[in-house]
């Protein structure tokens, strides 16, 4: 039985039509006709559902938001640019100069500078906090706090969350808790944890393939009653919920983040990603299998592997019994030097050496000198970046013929 059954049937069933064309039509125009002005009016003010400019939304794209929508139990999703662009616009559409943000775990090297540079400079202040240091999180979250940022795996760290542990935290303060599941779509599902804004780069593991630049953000809805978005924190957001009620996330997030900095996405883009998707279940269930397989089989041959699924990991019986379908495609290896980790990298038939992660094939990446050699040692070593590690992605290879590779690239490499 795959791990992701209850999504088999639903992806293709949501990606396919049954009348006409049966792949989704592509739909790139960048602007729509109105027909007459009293139905522009009505686009405008929200009473006509029908396509305003490609920036604020686009028809391929829809289709793509309402299958992420309901993957993960959200009153829906906007697409994005990028997983970066999709990061920009669920945290832009809710910060101001002053904030604070805490963000815990991870922390992929874009957001780590986003957050750490960018923000910074409109005076957005980040802490850093490892999974594991709950008291601290609680302690540090103060009337400014606006966002608590957290990554549903350590990448490259391997560390995992609590992360209903920390949805209780962010819930007693009446704080949101945005998850960036990048690493594990369907096998974690944040809003069923407490979480109330998922993030995306539907680059990785989702379309799977390299053939598209993409992400997405899905939102939960606002609850009738008591709703943390009701309160004085968030009063930016009280317009959105006076107007579109359960709907008003993503009212805020395209009038406040899409249409001012235009991370959009584009009818193509959202058209390769959605035949990513309708495989996803399948793909995850194989290379789940494949990542725990290789990461036993490397550590028994004297490999330093870092994978939870490993007795030794410190987050082992959590990953038991919160990720029990598996925490992605990635593990790392510790070469010991950078000279090994190249000649590794060099010496592997199979291994493509580049910067993405979940694709159809095995990646890898040495860190220090590519995604992480502008940052400080102290930053690396809390990022857990040694000289020697690489990233692996694992991919739909023969998991034999990986350990196989991977034996043979580090026997030509000692
Ligand atoms: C790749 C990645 C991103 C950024 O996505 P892009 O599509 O490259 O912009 C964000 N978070 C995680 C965990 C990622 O792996």
């Known amino acids: 039985m795959n791990r992701f059954e209850e999504y088999t049937?639903?992806?293709?069933?949501?990606?396919?039509?049954?009348?006409?064309?049966?792949?989704?039509?592509i739909i790139n125009s960048a602007s729509f006709g109105y027909g007459d002005s009293e139905t522009g009016e009505g686009i405008f003010d929200g009473s006509v559902k029908k396509p305003l400019y490609s920036r604020m939304g686009n028809p391929t794209?829809?289709?793509l938001e309402q299958i992420l929508a309901a993957m993960d139990g959200?009153?829906?999703?906007?697409?994005?640019?990028?997983?970066m662009g999709a990061t920009a616009m669920a945290t832009l559409s809710l910060l101001k100069s002053g904030d604070e943000i805490l963000s815990i775990g991870g922390l992929f090297g874009g957001t780590y500078s986003y957050f750490s540079e960018t923000l910074t400079r409109f005076g957005i202040t980040t802490q850093f906090f490892?999974?594991?240091e709950l008291e601290a999180i609680e302690a540090a979250i103060t009337d400014k706090t606006k966002i608590v940022f957290l990554e549903s795996v350590g990448n490259p760290n391997m560390r995992l969350p609590d992360i209903e542990a920390i949805a209780q935290i962010t819930t007693r303060h009446g704080?949101?808790?945005?998850v960036d599941n990048t690493i594990t779509p369907l096998s974690i599902k944040p809003l069923a944890l407490g979480a109330d804004i998922i993030v995306y780069s539907t680059t990785k593991i989702i379309t799977g393939n390299a053939s598209s630049l993409g992400g997405a953000v899905v939102f939960r809805v606002i609850n009738e009653g008591d709703d943390k978005f009701k309160g004085e924190?968030?009063?930016?957001?009280?317009?959105?919920?006076?107007?579109m009620g359960a709907m008003a996330l993503i009212g805020n997030?395209?009038?406040r983040a899409l249409r001012d900095f235009g991370m959009s996405s584009n009818g193509f883009g959202?058209?390769?990603?959605?035949?990513?998707?309708?495989?996803?279940?399948?793909?995850?269930?194989?290379?789940?299998?494949?990542?725990?397989?290789?990461?036993?089989?490397?550590?028994?041959?004297?490999?330093?592997?870092?994978?939870?699924?490993?007795?030794?990991?410190?987050?082992?019986?959590?990953?038991l019994k919160q990720f029990s379908q598996g925490c992605g495609t990635l593990f790392t290896i510790d070469m010991g030097s950078k000279e090994a980790a190249f000649a590794f990298l060099n010496h592997s038939k199979l291994i493509t050496i580049t910067a993405n992660i979940g694709d159809s094939r095995t990646l890898g990446l040495h860190m220090a000198s590519t995604i992480y050699r502008d940052f400080d040692e102290s930053v690396r070593e809390f990022l857990g970046i040694t000289s020697g590690l690489i990233r692996v992605s694992i991919g739909l290879e023969n998991p034999d013929d990986i350990i196989n590779d991977f034996s043979m690239a580090r026997n030509l490499s000692l």
């Open 61 to 63: 794209s829809a289709q």
């Open 9 to 25: 049937t639903q992806f293709v069933q949501q990606v396919g039509k049954k009348e006409g064309a049966v792949s989704p039509a």
């Open 74 to 83: 959200g009153i829906g999703a906007v697409a994005a640019s990028s997983g």
């Open 233 to 243: 924190r968030y009063a930016e957001v009280h317009p959105f919920i006076k107007k």
């Open 130 to 132: 490892d999974v594991d």
């Open 270 to 319: 959202s058209y390769l990603t959605m035949l990513g998707l309708e495989t996803l279940p399948l793909r995850m269930d194989r290379i789940v299998s494949s990542v725990e397989k290789i990461a036993l089989a490397l550590d028994r041959e004297g490999f330093v592997i870092n994978h939870p699924v490993l007795p030794s990991h410190p987050h082992h019986d959590r990953y």
């Open 175 to 178: 704080v949101v808790l945005m």
């Open 253 to 255: 997030a395209k009038k």
